[in-house]
């Protein structure tokens, strides 16, 4: 049973492009959840979705900023017109139900820098 | 928002001795957890705690969910080389997202 995926591992955009980072939650799991993390910070949640639905996106800023969870494919980070602020590690976690009482499990994180 | 704080930031020990780390909030949570982060992954759950007061063990791991809810502590015994990483604490409420420590970083001198 394979673990989260996500991909790219590396990203690096200028500033203005688009970033989109994608997230495979594991097998049976339709619970994703998507964290930035700063160097030398904790993870800092962003956005909570479950199978097309967007249940908590308190987390993400309400400009550039968008994630989906389709019914088909990976979940998806999109963020546009990127910034060097946006440089950081994202990383995506998925559970079989709400986090409260299910094990979230974590994706190796993608990596993106903005020059 | 709501916000823990995690002491101490970092550690360094020999090995063999054992580690204590701790962290607190002013808010409550219902669920607390305890990752290890290594250098280019994603973290890992060490334990997780469920009910108030609860003390859970893995291995020579052993953490608590505070009695008020608002704190927990995670105690390595006779630290290895291996045990090396960045430790986070993070509180569950309701809401299902998980809000994180900032970290203790650990070092253990063989």
């Known amino acids: 049973n394979a673990g989260v995926m996500q991909n790219p591992r590396h990203l690096v955009r200028r500033r203005g492009q688009e970033a989109r980072l994608r997230c495979s939650p594991m097998?049976?799991?339709?619970?994703v959840y998507w964290y930035r993390q700063l160097p030398e910070e904790g993870l800092k949640f962003m956005v909570y979705?479950?199978?097309?639905?967007?249940?908590?996106e308190s987390g993400m800023p309400k400009e550039r900023f968008s994630a989906e969870f389709p019914k088909e494919g990976p979940s998806i980070l999109r963020i546009q017109q990127v910034v060097r602020g946006d440089s950081a590690a994202y990383f995506c976690?998925?559970?079989?139900?709400?986090?409260?009482?299910?094990?979230?499990?974590f994706g190796p994180g993608t990596r993106l820098t903005v020059l | 928002g709501q916000q823990l704080n995690q002491s101490p930031q970092s550690m360094f020990i020999q090995e063999g001795e054992d580690v204590s780390m701790n962290c607190t909030s002013s808010?409550?949570?219902?669920?607390w957890l305890w990752y290890k982060q290594e250098p280019g992954e994603g973290p890992v759950l060490l334990i997780a705690?469920?009910?108030?007061?609860e003390l859970t063990s893995n291995g020579r791991l052993t953490a608590q969910f505070g009695i008020t809810r608002k704190d927990s502590f995670l105690n390595i015994s006779a630290s290895i080389p291996s045990d090396v990483g960045i430790y986070f604490c993070?509180?569950?409420?309701?809401?299902?997202?998980?809000?994180f420590g900032d970290g203790t970083t650990l070092t253990v001198k063989p």
């Open positions: 976690a998925s559970s079989r139900g709400p986090a409260l009482y299910n094990e979230q499990f």
């Open positions: 808010s409550i949570f219902n669920t």
């Open positions: 705690l469920y009910k108030a007061g």
């Open positions: 993070a509180g569950n409420t309701n809401a299902g997202k998980s809000t």
């Open positions: 097998k049976g799991h339709s619970h």
């Open positions: 979705l479950q199978k097309e639905n967007i249940i908590d």
